[in-house]
């Protein structure tokens, strides 16, 4: 598993001028770290992903003196380490934006969102993937993402009237605890997601 992982790093490593590209005009555009940190970590989980589908690695994986759940593991492994990577290449480019333009500093909490905003990505990411293929998982993504922009704008136009009264729900709750909340719901999802995703890669043929 953890010649998988490697492999994973050298893919990362191949598409790090091109990311360091994307933060840099990320953050031209004013757009906040954790904005950046999600879009180069979805770039990671997906990018590795469509790599494998394309040149067929599966058939090549299934070959190895592997388990199927180990083969898994190891891409939840790397959509943790895809974090990781996106979190430190963000924060060095916020740092080189400091240097020139005055900005204020990545706050804890807003990193601590983006990483945690990344493995519910790759959580849901990889499900679908392993259960419909590449062919099916950007249309099936990008559906859900129409759905839930068009039934979220839906939601808000009804129930309009109680909108502060969530406000003042959250309102009475301090930002740590609502990061801690927010990170307890990440890691059982994650988790969940984990576990489905080696159910559905087993029962799959080849």
Known sequence: M?????????????????LFGFAIFFGLLGNP????????GLFLITGTGHF?????????????????????????????????????????????????IPQTSADVRQILVGIMIILMMAAFYYPILYKFGVKYVRMIVFSIFVFVI?????????????VETVK????????????????FTTVVIFLISWVLSIKIYEAKEF
């Open 2 to 18: 953890y010649n998988l992982i490697v492999k994973d790093l050298i893919l990362m490593k191949k598409m790090l001028l091109m």
């Open 33 to 40: 770290p954790t904005f950046s940190m999600c879009l180069i």
């Open 52 to 100: 494998e589908d394309r040149n067929q690695s599966h058939i090549m994986l299934n070959s190895l003196p592997l388990s199927r759940k180990q083969i898994i593991s190891s891409k939840y492994v790397g959509a943790i380490v895809s974090a990781l990577y996106a979190t430190i290449l963000t924060i060095f480019v916020h740092f080189l934006f400091t240097l020139f």
């Open 150 to 162: 068009i039934f979220g704008r839906i939601v808000l136009y009804v129930f309009s009237d109680q």
């Open 168 to 183: 003042q729900f959250f309102m009475q709750f301090t930002a740590d605890q609502l990061v801690l909340t927010f990170l």
